[in-house]
């Protein structure tokens, strides 16, 4: 065992027989060393800096209909709602007060966000703010609209892959298709944005396997960024009596992508500080190195719910970054409100 977390270490590599071998025999003093070299190897790459984005959930309207998600377009009881691009933009300029220099700008797959739309918001923040990121979190498009959005000045694209396994993708993702996802994410990485993929700990039929087919994909694509959380049920979805993921299991998770990626950025998600009161400061521990602080109105936080009792919803924009700082602070770690962006692109440039 002590061998293998070694050569992981050392090499950044295993092969997927020893990934799996590692996942279903891990005890609680190997997993202390899987977590010391996590975070070991986010000190050598990254230093103790987490970088901060300003999250901006923009829409919560969604054509597709994930067994998993609160605003899936069966859900009838949702309080649908959408940010006009003018407020979009009075949130950016919020966020550029308080210091953000990257924007992450997340919906469900809202198709009255047509592409001149989106152009012309990705257009007025760069205008308005030269120095600043623009990341865009908004689901399948044609690769034609991704390109156009990047030639306007989007920088960033996060879309997770939600697991890496064909068979439970597709039993999740009812209106949506496996390959699809997956060529979106490869032509994502082709037009020349830094590349956010991800998936979720702890879903319904989820395999040892499978969480090692996760973290090969990631390997193999070595992704700009990569957004790991634990599957929370949402009582308004199919998946509502259903286990949820665990804190320690996406801790685990979190060190191993840390390990097998050593440059990618790795945020400690929401979701982690809504399982556990420390959640957020625990994943930064173990090799996490960004969080994303939301800068969406008040008014309309708690209605963009993938999953219940989020945290943060009630908090101004304000007290959302001082809050978040102190806690960065109370775990060892300083925050870096700079645009934060990949070692990999930063090498490219």
Sequence with gaps: ??????????????????????????????KNVLFDYAHRTRMKYYGNKVFMRGLIEFSNICKQDCLYCGIRVSNKKVERYRLTPDEIIDCCKEGYRL????????????????????INIVKNIKK???????TLSIGERSLSVYEHLFKAGADRFLLRHETASKRLYEKLHP??????????LKGLKE???????GFMVGLPGQTAEDLAEDLYFLKELNPDMIGIGPFIPHSETPLRDADGGTV????VMLAF????????????????????????????????????PNLSPIGVRA???LYENKICTGDEAAHCRQCIEKRINSAGFEVDMGRGDSLQSQKKA
């Design 175 to 184: 209106t949506m298709n496996y390959e699809n996802r997956i060529n979106c």
């Design 99 to 118: 210091g953000y220099r990257t924007f992450v700008l997340q919906s469900g797959e809202d198709f009255w966000y047509t592409e001149e739309k989106l």
């Design 1 to 30: 065992m002590i061998a293998l977390l070694d050569k992981l270490y050392a090499q950044h590599d295993l092969t997927k027989e020893e990934i799996i071998f590692l996942l279903k025999n891990l005890d609680e003093e190997h």
């Design 257 to 292: 992508v840390r390990l097998l990626v050593p440059d990618c950025l790795l945020p400690a998600t929401t979701a982690m500080g809504t399982l556990h009161p420390k959640g957020r400061e625990l994943a930064l521990k173990v090799g996490a190195n960004v969080v994303m």
């Design 191 to 197: 037009i020349g944005y830094q590349v956010g993929a």
């Design 303 to 305: 209605k963009y719910e």
């Design 248 to 251: 320690e299991d996406t801790l």
């Design 128 to 134: 308005l703010f030269s120095d600043v990121a623009v």
